[in-house]
Each structure stands twice: as C-alpha cells, then as structure tokens.
C-alpha cells in the first residue's frame, strides 16, 4: 500500500459554496432569511412538494413532523429497527413509543406485509425510511396507510435524488424528512427539510420550528412598521441559518450531476463484483431508482469471510468502507423495548458493509476495492 486513503465519502463542496456563505455573512443577515425562504422553495420544487420547512437537522424534522401530526403519549409508531438511530429517537421526542417492524432483504426498506405483522390499535403513523437512498414501495405503502387510517411519515435523509414510480421522492407525500448532513448527497453542514403539499400543514411547521412565534424573526425585521409577536404554542429553535441556506442553494444545482455520477460508479461496482460469489450488492427495487447514498453489500456465506475482516482488511488497504447500517433495537438505549422477531434486519446489519461512493472516487479506486475483496475471497 502506497499510503493512499479512500474515504467512504467526501461532500462535494467547491468555490461556489464558499463565496455563497462569504455572500451571506458580507449581507449582514446570517440567521433564518431570505437565503432560507429561497432554499425551501428551490428544494422543494426540485423534489415535487408543495412547501419544504428548513429546520436545523433531518432528526428535528422528523420531531417536526410527529408533532405537527399530534403524535405522543399512548400512541404507537412503527419504524424499522434497520435504519440511523434518529428515527425511532424522534418517535420518543414525543412520549410515543416506537415499534420496530423488519425489513425487505433487497431494498432495506418497510414493505406493506412487515408493517401489517406489528400494527396494532394504538398505531398512529408508520415512519418509512428511504433507506441509504432505496425508495421504498410509496405506493404500496402509501395506499395500505391510508387503508388503516395511519399517518405515513417519510423519512427521506439519503434520498435526494431518488425516484419512485418515475417521481422524486418526496412527491406526492404527505410529509417527508430530509437531511443536509455532509454524509448526504446535498450538505449545508448540518440541516434538515420538512416537506408537504399541505399549507397549513406547513405554516404550522414554520410556527414550530420558531418558538410558536406567529410572525417569524425575519418578516419583524424586514418591516419598517413595529410587529409585536405573539407566541402561540410551546415550540421549539430548530431554525436554519441563512449560511447554511446559501451553501444549500449551490448544492441544489449539483443534484443531477452527483446522482448520474454515482449511478455511473454503481454500475461500475456491479460489474466488478458479478465477479465475485457471495457478494450481493444493493441495486434498484423495480419501483424506482436510488441515488446510491450508501452502496450497501451483503455478504452470504459463499464468500467466506466475515463482515468484520472484510472491513479489516480494507482498512488495512487504506479502504474506509464501514459497517452497515445500524439496528436500533440491539442498542443498549432501546435494551427495554420488546419487538417482534427481526431476522431480515439483524442478517443485513450483522452482514453488510458499506464502499467508498463519492464524486471523487475514481475507476482505480474502485478496481484497488474490489482488489483487497476478491483476494479475500481466495
Ligand atoms: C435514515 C436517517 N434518518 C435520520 C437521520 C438523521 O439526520 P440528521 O443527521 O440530519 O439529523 C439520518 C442520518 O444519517 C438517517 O440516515
């Protein structure tokens, strides 16, 4: 090994962000503005929403979300074990109490027969998660939520960019979660996005994330008139920073490009790993295709290597490849929660990996990868 490091990812930040955020602290407004109002609207024109909400985090959008649904106490949430662990935290945020259902083995993600298996009366929404960018089966799901009268939250942190039924994910929810973490394919550093086609879903959001403040902080200032506020309910500061917003609206052009680039590299991957038995990458569900946030492995027994000296392996090549994703329900902060049986989820948390996907990862990356793993596999 030559020294070289291949990160799992690295955001895609250039000149244009810094002089946008550089443009945003000269204009002497860096708190929630101008840059945010035009943030929400470019970001959800571009996912098909009516309104977006920009919060702090994709973990304070989905609280968002759950609140503006009066989710809480006594009511149960289904959400997949088999996700980061901010989606059944959010559930607990409102004194609800989160119920694991198992997952699809191809896509990791809900399927309509998973969630059914741990419904109950006390169910009042679902959280479905687009899991590392894989829709999920929206209409499916979508249609059996509204069967039994339960709220559908979509839980869409890695899926900017991804589509379903020839749609963005996002269009056509009832009330979607996005994050701007730098591990996404869009990053304003930290940051989130509540998006919904419905206005007073949405102005009741807006209200939310700023105190319950029937006026937000901007539309005070930029009025030459004094506005004296009133504050309507108990909420919350989960505001966005008008940096972080300029540095998001550069992002946005980037979208197309940064899935097209990824999709090239997955392809790439596949052809490259087809070589190798016992490796079972994540690949498109038949209802849409993933922007490749994560590109997931599963390994089987063909292969005859464990997880954990794979991801040995690959570091010592100067790979940073990382577990899969998590479980929830095998932490020690859900050890009190009882859940149905979870054998999908516990095989793909236990047996995948994640690869280096990014814009900078080049065909001889990808070939020094898929290398150190068919050595390892004799
Ligand atoms: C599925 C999922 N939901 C929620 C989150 C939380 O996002 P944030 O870091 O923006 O709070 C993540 C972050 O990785 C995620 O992957």
Redesign the pocket.
Known sequence: MSGRRIPVMIPRLGEEEAQAAADAVRSGWVAQGPRVARFEQEFAALVGAGHGVAVS???TA?HLALVVLEVGRGDEVIVPSF??I??ANAVRYVGATPVFADVDLATGNLTVATVDAVRTPRTRAVIG?H?GGVPFDVAALRSAADGWGVALIE?A??AAGSTAYGQPVGAGSAISAW?F?P?KLLTTG?G?MVTTDDPACAARLRRLREHGMNVSAADRHASAQPVLESYLETAFNYRMTDIQAAIGLVQLGRLVGLVAQRRALAARYHDLLATIDGLVPVRDPAHGETNFQSFWVLINQEYGVGRDEVLAELAAAGVSARRGIMAAHLEPAYADVTSAPLPVTERLTRDSLILPLHHALTEDDQDHIVGVLRKLAG
């Open positions: 985090s994709c973990t989905l996700s980061f901010a989606t998660v899991q839980d942190a890695c994050s973490h591990r930290e989130g």
